[in-house]
């Protein structure tokens, strides 16, 4: 999934992205927020930090953006294909 487009054609009043990346499946979830839903945000985020608490193969990370360009100067690797991002992070982990 070439996540960049994914996040710029579906999600256009978002600030907010909750990524999970499993590095055993290779898939990568993407929860979207507008600013009115910072909390549940954060909620969620904090859900899926315990749930994958000492797992070192599932990474997660909320990150809050004024704009889809913000997010790409201030994220550049989630915004890659993922492809080559989750491959960085096997070599990387192994």
Do not use: C, W
């Amino acid at each position: 999934m070439n996540l960049g487009q994914k996040l710029g054609t579906e999600y256009p009043d978002t600030t907010a992205y909750l990524l999970q990346l499993d590095l055993e499946t290779s898939q990568v979830t993407v929860n979207a927020y507008t600013a009115d839903q910072m909390r549940e945000a954060n909620d969620h985020y904090l859900e899926l930090e315990k749930e994958n608490q000492g797992n070192s193969k599932v990474l997660v990370v909320l990150v809050a953006v004024d704009s889809i360009n913000a997010l790409r100067t201030a994220y550049p690797n989630y915004y890659l294909d993922s492809t080559a991002f989750i491959k960085a992070l096997k070599e990387a982990t192994q």
